[in-house]
């Protein structure tokens, strides 16, 4: 017995080598597949994303047609969603304002998300003086309500006469204003307490260079962050693309979005003798925010426990 | 000398998203009253499992006892009702953890929640509750009785909340006093001082201890019977002065020759080599015969019982088997 | 062993004061003398241990040593070299030469960089190995750690607590340093585990010529590790002396009071024990005179007023008491 000593551990009967090494990336997918909840929501955002982009390919009334013959017609097997006051397909009309809507969420996500990162980063990782000015600055944005501050600079898009097909752009743009700050915030809070942890000890005292620091140490642990605020922002763009269209503020007719489609049935008649109009619209907006953020939440369990709200 | 606690064949499973984690299998204890019990083991053996299991702090759907009984004075703690229990928790057995700043709620004051108990299972009023409060904090060593009754738990060393948190677990004078890793926070002449309290609290009061820890050296000091557990299961179990003269599961005799003692220098020391099995890949077996010199064919296929060796002693090793034929 | 051995890590003098802020201006309004006025030389080959209860100072101590944290006042000499007159290139590149070794095998490896690139890549940063080499080099030392070689592409989070000290082990050692702080690399470990870490620190002087600064509380392992132990307590060094020399003829009270409360795992030893009354003070307001009199079981009057001289009272045996 007494002839085990500590070297004899060398060939320790440790568990058997896996086939596969499993990085943390993998380990969460596996937990997300496993969130019943979370799944659906995917589910149900890739359809939407589908359905919008694919879809329309499908349809005979994709021109845009105006038939008065066809006004305000209910829903039949020709039109399922039937016709609105211009005669055209409903339901074609809410694919493609989808994509826009959709395309309008993704892209300022992509925005505020590049913006807000990489300012937090610089923020969080040099702090010092840069820290100041941009936590400055984002205390700034944060301290006027978004609402009142899109209908500011929606209002003035309007006052400029802006042409309609550069106002989606416009509109993604300001979505992004106000996205970032609050993203940036986070993503400096992140980066301070990664800099305390142990790990990042370890790294000053191996002597390691400041981009490997960065780039191997830090962004990595930066990136599960990032993925749950981005999905989470793409619901909340959407939401506040279709308030701005509803309110004319925002993407304007002729090119359909959900927000302007309900404002185009916004009156008594309307609401109350031709449903088509507004339902499908408004239920794409409730279902694809929903599942957005079901999904969302689902990664936030599996990429950043820690950070339960 | 009466049983205060008798546990049989407890066990407690835990559902993991790879399998249930059996973490608590099949375990017998018994603690008689006014004795010391000390359940010794290392991460992962089920320890304070088996603790919280008399507690009734396994919670479901993350954990379940699954079977087995807890006897208390004769009653069974597993038949028992929400509110029955909760007479019983806190009043007749207390429990004092090895965190005590997490145990404590943090916006009381360190003297309600020393009167807490005592109103709720005393019935006292409030000014009697805070008077035996003022006496508590004085009975565990702490001078300025009345100053720390109207501290808040952030202002007090660990050192100190530990007290605070025996005084909690004696004020309504339990039966019996499950202690999971009490000292283990803590720094040794700190440790040393409230291992000499809990003793002496136990010679006063006549309670009963069931200690938890993975510290031999507190082991030694403190249990009149010692319990050894790994991977979920009882493998040894004696009087404390056998079993540490004469241990006989091999993890045992692992144990203690692989703790440097002060002042027996050894120019190596002995270690078991390996690590505690993975809890979800174990199979019928000896769960620690991949680590064991002695391993037999017959420890990879089949489970050992907890046979008696000696007086009190017990022991679950193919190696103490009549049948084996290498005896 | 009798040659006179080159004085590795020299440490004079050295003060770690935190600030307290308090106030809407965040003005100092005092200090913590985390560390006060330390000072001990470690030599070639020598394991110093540094040992006191939490609140001592004695991991501060290390950490101010490796510049982790900025020193108030002293002097750290590594090699001959004073490590704060160093500029920050320079600094880093002297680093591979002392490496620090975590309590938390958990937390000090990144739990998204793999075993092998968290071992190797210091060595890249330094053109200590050609790219081609590290991965050996790597392997080599996984398996001198205890580890295997297809450990090498798994992520910390596959690793029992005693393997990610292996591997954090490793991760200095491929450096090939010359010191090793080690900041309680134990007392997170089970004890079967901890007698496998234990040996395989011994191995690693014996094979290497390593010199070890291995700060811990826990006595008994101090005692089969260093040859050399030095005694903190709030932040002062209260004794050094060899190992030898400490737990035969411990002279501060405190360390007395240290030794005979670690309980020792054999029943029914009786032993002479000095309890310490009350609780460890305020490291922000430390007592007047000698900073243990407030626990003291021999204190006297001068104890309160007078701070005793940490002098050498002969046999390489320094203690800070008066009533020595």
């Known amino acids: 017995m007494s002839t085990i000593h500590g070297e004899g551990t060398a060939a320790l009967p440790s ?17 997300l597949i496993k969130n019943k909840l979370a799944v659906l929501g995917f589910v149900v955002v890739a359809f939407m994303f589908a359905a919008c982009f694919i879809g329309p390919l499908f349809s005979p009334y994709t021109d845009n047609k105006i038939n008065m013959a066809f006004m305000n017609k209910a829903p039949s097997l020709k039109h399922w969603l039937g016709t609105d006051a211009l005669g055209r397909d409903v339901l074609t009309r809410v694919l493609q304002a989808g994509r826009i809507s959709l395309t309008v969420g993704l892209a300022s996500m992509v925005l505020s998300v590049f913006v807000g990162s990489l300012l937090g980063v610089i923020a969080g990782y040099y702090r010092g003086i840069a820290d100041q000015i941009i936590m400055r600055l984002a205390d700034l ?4 309500p978004s609402l009142p501050l899109l209908f500011i600079l929606g209002a003035l898009l309007s006052e400029w006469k802006v042409p309609t097909e550069y106002r989606m752009y416009i509109v993604m743009l300001m979505l992004s204003i106000v996205g970032w700050p609050s993203l940036a915030r986070m993503v400096r809070g992140q980066m301070l307490s990664l800099r305390e942890r142990e790990y990042m000890q370890a790294t000053v005292v191996l002597g390691l260079r400041d981009r490997r620091k960065l780039f191997n140490h830090l962004l990595p642990n930066l990136v599960p962050l990032l993925i749950v605020i981005a999905t989470l922002n793409i619901g909340g763009a959407i939401l506040y693309e279709s308030v701005l269209s509803y309110f004319g503020l925002g993407v304007m007719a002729p090119t359909p979005t959900w927000g302007n489609m309900i404002d185009a049935a916004n009156n008594m008649i309307d609401f109350q003798d031709h449903p088509w109009l507004w339902i499908p619209p408004g239920f794409s907006i409730f279902a694809t925010v929903i599942a957005i953020n079901i999904f969302g939440d689902g990664l936030r369990d599996v990429l950043d426990p820690k950070q339960k709200r | 000398m009466d049983t205060v606690l008798d546990i049989e064949h407890l066990s407690t499973h835990f559902n993991t998203e790879e399998g249930v984690v059996r973490a608590v299998d099949d375990v017998s204890l018994r603690v008689r009253q006014g004795e010391i019990v000390c359940i010794v083991g290392e991460s992962g053996s089920g320890k304070s499992i088996t603790a919280m299991s008399v507690m009734g702090l396994v919670e479901a759907p993350a954990g379940q006892v699954v079977g087995g009984s807890i006897a208390f004075r004769g009653e069974d703690l597993l038949k028992l009702g929400r509110n029955e229990l909760r007479t019983v928790r806190g009043n007749e057995i207390a429990m004092i953890f090895q965190e005590p700043m997490t145990s404590l709620n943090p916006v009381l004051r360190i003297g309600e929640q020393l009167m807490e108990p005592l109103m709720e299972h005393r019935k006292m009023s409030k ?115 056998a079993l540490f003269e004469n241990p006989q599961h091999p993890y045992t005799q692992g144990l203690l020759k692989s703790k440097p003692i002060i002042n027996q220098r050894q120019d190596e020391l002995y270690s078991i080599p390996g690590q505690v099995p993975n809890p979800l890949e174990l199979v019928p077996s000896c769960y620690f015969h991949d680590r064991c010199a002695h391993c037999m064919d017959i420890c990879r296929t089949t489970e050992p019982a907890l046979k008696e060796t000696a007086n009190r002693q017990k022991v679950a090793c193919w190696l103490y088997e009549e049948a084996n034929p290498h005896v | 062993m009798s040659e006179p051995k080159q004085p590795l890590l020299e440490v004079n003098g050295l003060k770690k004061y935190f600030p307290i802020k308090s106030g809407l201006f965040g003005r100092t309004t005092g ?12 030599r070639q080959g020598e394991t110093f241990g540094l040992v006191g209860e939490s609140g001592s100072g004695k991991s501060t101590v290390g950490r101010t040593i490796l510049r982790l944290t900025d020193k108030t006042d002293g002097k750290v000499k590594f090699k001959g070299v004073d490590l704060y007159d160093l500029p920050p290139q320079e600094l880093r590149r002297l680093r591979p030469k002392m490496q620090l070794i975590f309590q938390d095998p958990y937390s000090s490896l990144n739990p998204r960089v793999r075993i092998g ?8 940063d330094h053109g200590l190995a050609p790219r081609e080499e ?10 001198a750690c205890g580890l295997s070689s297809y450990h090498i592409d798994r992520f910390p989070h596959e690793f029992s607590g005693g393997q990610r000290q292996r591997v954090g082990i490793a991760r200095a050692l491929v450096l090939n340093p010359d010191l090793i702080i080690a900041d309680e690399p134990v007392s997170a470990l089970d004890v079967s585990i901890q007698a496998q870490i234990i040996n395989l620190f011994r191995k690693m002087q014996d094979t290497q010529g390593l010199t070890y600064l291995f700060i811990s509380h826990d006595l008994s392992v101090v005692e089969h590790l260093c040859s050399h132990i030095g005694v903190m307590y709030l932040g002062s060094m209260m004794e050094t002396a060899s190992r030898d020399e400490l737990f035969r003829n411990p002279l501060h009270p405190y360390t007395r009071a240290l030794l005979s409360a670690v309980p020792i795992p054999i029943p029914k030893l009786k032993r002479e024990r000095i309890v310490l009354s009350g609780e460890l003070p305020n490291p922000a307001d430390p007592p007047s005179g000698c900073k243990f009199h407030t626990r003291c079981p021999f204190a006297v009057a001068r104890c309160r007023e007078e701070v005793p001289l940490f002098r050498n009272v002969g046999n390489d045996h320094s203690v800070a008491c008066h009533l020595v």
């Open chain 3, 31 to 42: 200090n913590v003398k985390a560390v006060d006025d330390i000072s001990f030389t470690i």
């Open chain 3, 117 to 124: 690139d968290a071992i190797g890549e210091a060595l890249l």
């Open chain 1, 15 to 31: 568990p058997k080598p896996k086939p596969v090494y499993t990085s943390l990336w993998r380990q969460s997918f596996r937990r």
């Open chain 2, 127 to 241: 000014k009697a509750a805070r008077k035996r409060a003022i006496e508590l904090i004085g009975e565990v060593g702490i001078s300025r009785a009345e100053q720390i009754a109207d501290s808040y738990p952030h202002e007090l060393s660990g050192g100190m909340l530990q007290r605070i948190m025996i005084a909690i677990a004696i004020s309504c004078d339990p039966k019996l006093l499950i202690a999971d890793e009490p000292t283990t926070a803590l720094d040794v002449t700190i440790q040393a001082q409230i291992l000499d309290m809990l003793r002496r609290f136990k010679e006063e009061s006549g309670m009963s201890i069931l200690l938890i820890t993975h510290d031999l050296g507190v082991v030694a000091e403190m249990a009149d019977y010692v319990v050894v557990m790994y991977a979920g299961k009882v493998v040894e179990e004696g009087e404390v002065v």
């Open chain 1, 141 to 144: 944005l944060l301290t006027i």
């Open chain 3, 134 to 143: 590290i991965r050996d080099r790597v392997m080599e030392v996984l398996n």
